[in-house]
């Protein structure tokens, strides 16, 4: 069992930045990979972001590529996404989820096994 808990959102005029942290409890975070997802009022869950378990490969939506940087620290259990150049359209309550690694595309919302309870990010413009 794994649990995420997601912090650092708030309220930031587009052009900001602000930095994302999940924490993770378990002994095995080192075995998941690790993904940020975003959700919009009246919009689906959409992916953001993931880095392999093996923190060697990270995958980015084109939306936010080159804007946002993914990344965890094992010895701390936790997952990071630093968020620049921040516009009205990233407005959405971010989730960090976890997915055993060679399980699935990391695309894909059902692939992952756990989620953190979501932080909300509001850019003004």
């Known amino acids: 069992q794994v649990q995420l808990v997601e912090s650092g959102g708030g309220l930031v005029q587009a052009g900001g930045s602000l930095r994302l942290s999940c924490a993770a409890s378990g002994r095995t975070f080192s075995t998941y990979d690790m993904s940020w997802f975003r ?12 880095i392999s378990w093996s923190d060697v490969n990270t995958y980015y939506a084109d939306s936010v590529k080159g804007r946002f940087t993914i990344s965890r620290d094992n010895a701390k259990n936790t997952v990071y996404l630093q968020m620049n150049s921040l516009k009205p359209e990233d407005t ?13 595309s ?14 909300q990010v509001t850019v003004s413009s």
């Open 92 to 104: 959405a309550v971010y989730y960090c989820a976890a997915k055993r690694a060679f399980t699935g």
């Open 39 to 50: 959700q919009a009022p009246g919009k689906e869950r959409e992916f953001v972001a993931a």
């Open 106 to 119: 990391y695309y894909y919302a059902q692939n992952y096994d756990y989620w953190g309870q979501g932080t």
